[in-house]
């Protein structure tokens, strides 16, 4: 049996002399070969679909998160409700011993922009930024809102996320999101600083004649 260039056998139906079957082999081939190309060409335009959706998504985020600065965040936040959460943070460290910390971002930097990082990364690096977790029990809080997503973001101490796992602290987390998502900022950051607060008190309560050393400044933290 002859073998074709490339090293296949030569098909029967091309040695049996029938001319009938012969151009209906190849009318039957030339049809497959159309199906897989225009396959392929589906399969490459729904990838390059894909590539620029992603391309257009990446811009909508750079340009949202640049677009927004400080003064955004002070009028979302004016100086009145400012005041307002430093004296609930205030007043909640007079029941336990853990610090909490407020910070409120406008839109992430161009890095985290670039390396397509979330909300939560930027958030961790704050904990350690702002050395919320430089407290003597570490019970450290940070309470973290990203204006440019509406996205709110705790951080906890080793010492609160030994009694609290990571499914109670989004459970906390997603009940406030609607607040946010409407644009009430006081409110969702009151419910999350009244959330930690119960946490604190319960797992670090102030005992009889001790006093909160106040570790950490009770300002919220505006960028």
Not at 21 to 44: A, N
Not at 106 to 119: D, H, V
Not at 150 to 171: C, K, M, P, T
Request: charge should be positive.
């Amino acid at each position: 049996m002859g073998r074709l260039p490339d090293g296949r056998a030569v098909p029967a139906v091309l040695l049996s002399g029938h001319h009938e079957k012969v151009r209906q082999w190849r009318l039957e081939r030339w049809r497959r070969r159309r199906i897989q190309l225009g396959r392929r060409r589906r399969l490459r335009r729904r990838r390059c679909g894909r590539r620029l959706v992603n391309k257009g998504n990446r811009l909508r985020r750079i340009v949202k998160h640049r677009w927004m600065d400080e003064s955004d965040v002070r009028r979302a936040l004016d100086e009145a409700v400012l005041q307002r959460i430093e004296q609930r943070v205030a007043a909640s460290e007079k029941r336990h011993s853990g610090e909490i910390r407020v910070c409120v971002e406008a839109g992430l930097p161009w890095s985290y922009l670039w390396k397509r990082l979330t909300a939560r990364d930027r958030a961790i690096m704050m904990f350690g930024k702002l050395r919320v977790w430089d407290t003597a029990a570490n019970n450290g809080v940070l309470i973290y809102l990203l204006l440019a997503e509406h996205a709110i973001e705790i951080v906890a101490d080793r010492g609160l996320n030994a009694y609290v796992n990571h499914e109670q602290w989004q459970s906390i987390v997603q009940g406030m999101r609607e607040a946010f998502r409407v644009g009430r900022f006081e409110e969702g950051l009151n419910a999350a600083v009244d959330a930690v607060d119960a946490l604190l008190t319960r797992h670090f309560p102030i005992t009889e004649g001790a006093v909160n050393p106040n570790e950490l400044p009770n300002p919220p933290v505006v960028l």
